[in-house]
């Protein structure tokens, strides 16, 4: 995502150094990796409002679908079956005969009908429409083996109820309906819930705005009340309260809440605004463009939405073993028929086909991904992860290479004091307090890197008078008398002022930006400064290196500044002088061999190569990428959350697996003995049995998810 210097040192180009309260406006939300030309670009790229989010619906409306229904939809039918599953187990003959005891009055089975058809059609409707939708598509599912089995349960009771001879299967259709119904809340449930974090950001928001009337009159009003084409004032200080165009003012306003990125960005009269972001140090005057969901922080927390559209890979692991199930089913069940009915007693064949049709789908099969879905989840909201696809991040287990975006990603993206060097009879403090005291007065990121290191060092701070920004060229006021400039290379250069040559060359050849100190026109030294590198990039690199996986570090920088930090990192390989459209043609080489491959970024030039990768991993969860092509999202911008989100796929793909082991290993030993294969040594599934074993790997399933975890030691 940084700006290309291709075939360029962009350190020996610093010839213009830094205006007064001015910062980067990153060309493509980017910095310029070399930071070295201040001259600023344009962020009115950054428009949030292409984002086309009209399709999302904030869940707490209930609005995200799930088989046609909302979650809130299914935590109803879930409720209201679960209620009327009471009465029925309390009259079903199962039931009675397992705990001894008898019902008997008139219309107990006309009442045991009536409760069964409610929960039948009312709990069992997704189910239905569902396996309407699997007929259709050709592709018999979860949904098709529920229904199948509930559908024979129900058909089958009715008849027996009124009928035919034979035991009912009302018990079975309503718990069936009700851990089905239960399994689909959970999951749904545990996706939505990753939100949570993010709407934390909704609370941070004003509450109120001071509109501007007609007359320029200033209105304290709800932000609810306000409307596109309304007129606000935001004071220093204050967060903006919604997204719009500045047409008045000038001022710094910090975005790092939203965009993750963390240098104050300079805004002026025609340029837009992001609600949420903190307005610095000057007054500006906004003509609001977007109110409620429109927002950019609304459609931020609506990027959730997206998980529920992708369909997790261990649920397509859940539906192919249904489908599968489906089949035996069908050939098991009519098999079970044709072999009984030969024996002339048609009820029993019949019984015995409706047992294995209805014994074929688990109660368990509906809850073992659920679960584990719920748990992983869960998980990884604590430990700062937001799940936006499913299907990659259940996948990331098996990623083997990963590349690394440089600025912001594997760097803190701010500048920081690397070396001090004065010439001879300064110190090295007096220097600093130079450069220090000046700075003070300038809000650029170069300035900020120089204060952050005088307070750093407790130094004092000389006055200073006659403060001047030199355009093009540096900053320069008077100390103590003496006239004190902060320049570039370029600058000493054109006044003849000689210099280290030398040393300034090695600095700027490890990617350093380099400043000089004048003092009455005499060099009193050199201070060099860079883009910290985090602490953590050097755990998170050291970790996968140890996991036996291959680090990249793909940048657009010049190979001299990628390979120091490469080598200070101990990257597997460094990629420098990549334009951003290069970006994803490279992760698609990358992908060669079979491997499989992971992006991590923070920008929107990094969305190609996102997309492009196996699992794309967004630093920062405000970034537009994040909105845009991310599967999962650091929240705390913490590189080293990477290596819970390898480790966390890894441990819920082992569950679900076990989970399914478990679903479908009852079925392999019931099936057999549901359709009588030892009816003749006396051993047959009853229903009530069937449901007892059904009951307990139900249980073991949900006991196994609970136990998934992650180990980090963070």
Same mark, same amino acid.
């Given at each position: 995502?940084?700006?290309?210097?291709?075939?360029?040192?962009?350190?020996?180009?610093?010839?213009?150094?830094?205006?007064?309260?001015?910062?980067?406006?990153?060309?493509?939300?980017?910095?310029?990796?070399?930071?070295?030309?201040?001259?600023?670009?344009?962020?009115?790229?950054?428009?949030?409002?292409?984002?086309?989010?009209?399709?999302?619906?904030?869940?707490?409306?209930?609005?995200?679908?799930?088989?046609?229904?909302?979650?809130?939809?299914?935590?109803?039918?879930?409720?209201?079956?679960?209620?009327?599953?009471?009465?029925?187990?309390?009259?079903?003959?199962?039931?009675?005969?397992?705990?001894?005891?008898?019902?008997?009055?008139?219309?107990?089975?006309?009442?045991?009908?009536?409760?069964?058809?409610?929960?039948?059609?009312?709990?069992?409707?997704?189910?239905?429409?569902?396996?309407?939708?699997?007929?259709?598509?050709?592709?018999?599912?979860?949904?098709?083996?529920?229904?199948?089995?509930?559908?024979?349960?129900?058909?089958?009771?009715?008849?027996?109820?009124?009928?035919?001879?034979?035991?009912?299967?009302?018990?079975?259709?309503?718990?069936?309906?009700?851990?089905?119904?239960?399994?689909?809340?959970?999951?749904?449930?545990?996706?939505?819930?990753?939100?949570?974090?993010?709407?934390?950001?909704?609370?941070?928001?004003?509450?109120?705005?001071?509109?501007?009337?007609?007359?320029?009159?200033?209105?304290?009003?709800?932000?609810?009340?306000?409307?596109?084409?309304?007129?606000?004032?935001?004071?220093?200080?204050?967060?903006?309260?919604?997204?719009?165009?500045?047409?008045?003012?000038?001022?710094?306003?910090?975005?790092?809440?939203?965009?993750?990125?963390?240098?104050?960005?300079?805004?002026?009269?025609?340029?837009?605004?992001?609600?949420?972001?903190?307005?610095?140090?000057?007054?500006?005057?906004?003509?609001?463009?977007?109110?409620?969901?429109?927002?950019?922080?609304?459609?931020?927390?609506?990027?959730?939405?997206?998980?529920?559209?992708?369909?997790?890979?261990?649920?397509?692991?859940?539906?192919?073993?249904?489908?599968?199930?489906?089949?035996?089913?069908?050939?098991?069940?009519?098999?079970?028929?044709?072999?009984?009915?030969?024996?002339? /007693?048609?009820?029993?064949?019949?019984?015995?086909?409706?047992?294995?049709?209805?014994?074929?789908?688990?109660?368990?099969?509906?809850?073992?991904?659920?679960?584990?879905?719920?748990?992983?989840?869960?998980?990884?909201?604590?430990?700062?992860?937001?799940?936006?696809?499913?299907?990659?991040?259940?996948?990331?287990?098996?990623?083997?290479?990963?590349?690394?975006?440089?600025?912001?990603?594997?760097?803190?993206?701010?500048?920081?004091?690397?070396?001090?060097?004065?010439?001879?009879?300064?110190?090295?403090?007096?220097?600093?307090?130079?450069?220090?005291?000046?700075?003070?007065?300038?809000?650029?990121?170069?300035?900020?890197?120089?204060?952050?290191?005088?307070?750093?060092?407790?130094?004092?701070?000389?006055?200073?008078?006659?403060?001047?920004?030199?355009?093009?060229?540096?900053?320069?006021?008077?100390?103590?008398?003496?006239?004190?400039?902060?320049?570039?290379?370029?600058?000493?250069?054109?006044?003849?002022?000689?210099?280290?040559?030398?040393?300034?060359?090695?600095?700027?050849?490890?990617?350093?930006?380099?400043?000089?100190?004048?003092?009455?026109?005499?060099?009193?030294?050199?201070?060099?400064?860079?883009?910290?590198?985090?602490?953590?990039?050097?755990?998170?690199?050291?970790?996968?290196?140890?996991?036996?996986?291959?680090?990249?570090?793909?940048?657009? /920088?010049?190979?001299?500044?990628?390979?120091?930090?490469?080598?200070?990192?101990?990257?597997?390989?460094?990629?420098?002088?990549?334009?951003?459209?290069?970006?994803?043609?490279?992760?698609?080489?990358?992908?060669?061999?079979?491997?499989?491959?992971?992006?991590?970024?923070?920008?929107?030039?990094?969305?190609?190569?996102?997309?492009?990768?196996?699992?794309?991993?967004?630093?920062?969860?405000?970034?537009?990428?994040?909105?845009?092509?991310?599967?999962?999202?650091?929240?705390?911008?913490?590189?080293?959350?990477?290596?819970?989100?390898?480790?966390?796929?890894?441990?819920?793909?082992?569950?679900?697996?076990?989970?399914?082991?478990?679903?479908?290993?009852?079925?392999?030993?019931?099936?057999?003995?549901?359709?009588?294969?030892?009816?003749?040594?006396?051993?047959?599934?009853?229903?009530?049995?069937?449901?007892?074993?059904?009951?307990?790997?139900?249980?073991?399933?949900?006991?196994?998810?609970?136990?998934?975890?992650?180990?980090?030691?963070?």
């Amino acid at each position: 995502m940084e700006k290309s210097n291709k075939g360029e040192n962009n350190h020996s180009q610093h010839d213009q150094y830094h205006h007064s309260k001015h910062t980067p406006e990153h060309h493509e939300h980017k910095r310029n990796e070399g930071h070295t030309d201040h001259d600023h670009g344009n962020h009115e790229h950054h428009n949030h409002a292409h984002h086309n989010h009209s399709g999302h619906g904030h869940h707490e409306g209930g609005h995200d679908k799930h088989h046609g229904h909302s979650i809130g939809d299914f935590k109803k039918r879930f409720w209201i079956s679960l209620a009327l599953t009471i009465p029925i187990s309390y009259l079903s003959m199962m039931i009675q005969m397992l705990f001894g005891y008898q019902v008997n009055f008139t219309g107990d089975t006309f009442l045991l009908f009536l409760l069964s058809t409610i929960v039948f059609f009312y709990g069992g409707k997704p189910f239905l429409l569902g396996a309407w939708s699997e007929i259709k598509e050709r592709a018999p599912g979860m949904m098709l083996l529920i229904t199948l089995a509930i559908v024979t349960a129900y058909v089958y009771s009715t008849l027996t109820a009124f009928f035919i001879e034979g035991s009912d299967f009302y018990f079975e259709l309503a718990t069936l309906i009700v851990i089905m119904l239960l399994g689909h809340w959970i999951e749904m449930k545990s996706i939505m819930g990753a939100s949570k974090a993010l709407e934390e950001l909704i609370k941070l928001m004003p509450k109120e705005a001071h509109k501007l009337d007609a007359s320029g009159n200033i209105v304290d009003v709800s932000v609810e009340d306000l409307k596109p084409g309304d007129h606000i004032l935001v004071k220093p200080g204050e967060k903006i309260p919604l997204d719009g165009v500045i047409f008045e003012g000038h001022s710094t306003v910090d975005e790092s809440m939203l965009t993750g990125e963390s240098v104050p960005v300079e805004k002026t009269a025609g340029m837009k605004a992001i609600g949420g972001a903190i307005n610095n140090d000057g007054v500006l005057k906004i003509n609001v463009t977007k109110t409620g969901s429109d927002t950019y922080l609304a459609q931020v927390i609506q990027l959730v939405s997206d998980a529920e559209k992708t369909k997790s890979k261990a649920q397509g692991f859940a539906d192919t073993a249904a489908k599968w199930l489906f089949y035996v089913a069908i050939v098991a069940g009519v098999i079970t028929l044709a072999y009984w009915g030969v024996t002339g /007693d048609f009820d029993f064949a019949l019984e015995r086909m409706v047992t294995v049709l209805i014994i074929a789908c688990p109660h368990a099969l509906g809850l073992a991904t659920p679960l584990v879905t719920s748990r992983s989840t869960s998980i990884a909201a604590k430990n700062g992860l937001l799940i936006r696809n499913r299907t990659s991040f259940e996948s990331a287990f098996r990623i083997n290479r990963i590349v690394f975006d440089k600025t912001g990603t594997l760097t803190e993206g701010n500048f920081g004091v690397t070396d001090v060097h004065p010439t001879e009879n300064v110190s090295e403090e007096e220097l600093l307090k130079l450069a220090y005291s000046i700075e003070t007065q300038s809000e650029h990121p170069i300035a900020k890197g120089i204060v952050k290191e005088g307070k750093k060092r407790n130094l004092d701070l000389y006055q200073v008078t006659n403060y001047q920004n030199l355009t093009g060229k540096g900053l320069v006021a008077k100390v103590n008398g003496f006239e004190i400039a902060i320049v570039s290379p370029g600058v000493l250069r054109e006044n003849n002022i000689s210099f280290d040559e030398e040393t300034y060359e090695k600095l700027a050849q490890e990617g350093k930006t380099v400043v000089f100190v004048l003092k009455d026109n005499s060099l009193q030294g050199m201070i060099a400064l860079a883009d910290i590198i985090r602490e953590s990039s050097y755990k998170v690199i050291k970790e996968l290196k140890d996991l036996g996986i291959e680090t990249v570090m793909m940048t657009g /920088d010049n190979e001299r500044v990628a390979n120091y930090v490469g080598n200070k990192l101990g990257m597997t390989q460094v990629i420098a002088e990549v334009l951003p459209h290069e970006k994803s043609n490279n992760v698609k080489a990358l992908k060669e061999g079979g491997k499989k491959v992971a992006m991590v970024g923070d920008g929107v030039n990094d969305a190609p190569a996102l997309a492009e990768a196996d699992l794309g991993i967004a630093i920062g969860a405000g970034t537009d990428v994040a909105i845009e092509t991310a599967d999962v999202v650091l929240v705390n911008s913490n590189p080293v959350d990477i290596l819970s989100t390898l480790k966390l796929s890894k441990a819920s793909h082992r569950k679900m697996v076990q989970n399914l082991g478990w679903a479908a290993g009852y079925n392999i030993v019931a099936i057999p003995l549901a359709a009588g294969v030892l009816y003749s040594v006396g051993l047959v599934i009853t229903p009530a049995i069937g449901a007892a074993v059904m009951s307990l790997s139900t249980i073991m399933c949900a006991i196994n998810a609970q136990l998934l975890q992650i180990n980090n030691d963070k």
